[in-house]
């Protein structure tokens, strides 16, 4: 079956920067459109940025905008986000998820990786 496998969080400090991967298997990464997602704890799943399956559209939720990058490698079958000037707000599981769909809705999104920790300290 389609795996999603997100790798690369960890603890940083604030103002510094970290790079999350994920790597497809199993689907035909091309055509879908590849999103990332958060949820800190006691709060719902949130969007955060997504990149159609070209490359050549990405979304980015305004609280990340200008901080945060996405991009991906249609030869690798990997999305990645740059994240910049964290923030201790950022902190939080950090999800990929596959759509052909709408790409800010969580229910749009048939496939999901298991998700990697960000933690970003003041």
């Known amino acids: 079956q389609v795996q999603l496998v997100e790798s690369g969080g960890g603890l940083v400090q604030a103002g510094g920067s970290l790079r999350v991967s994920c790597a497809a298997s199993?689907?035909?990464?091309?055509?879908?459109?590849m999103g990332w997602f958060r949820q800190a704890p006691g709060k719902e799943r949130e969007f955060v940025a997504a990149i159609s399956g070209s490359g050549g559209r990405t979304y980015s939720a305004d609280s990340v905008k200008g901080r945060f990058t996405i991009s991906r490698d249609n030869a690798k079958n990997t999305v990645y986000l740059q994240m910049n000037s964290l923030k201790p707000e950022d902190t939080a599981v950090y999800y990929c998820a596959a759509t052909i769909g709408n790409y800010a809705d969580t229910r749009a999104y048939p496939y999901w990786g298991q998700g990697t920790q960000v933690t970003v300290s003041s």
């Open positions: 199993r689907l035909t990464f091309s055509i879908y459109t």
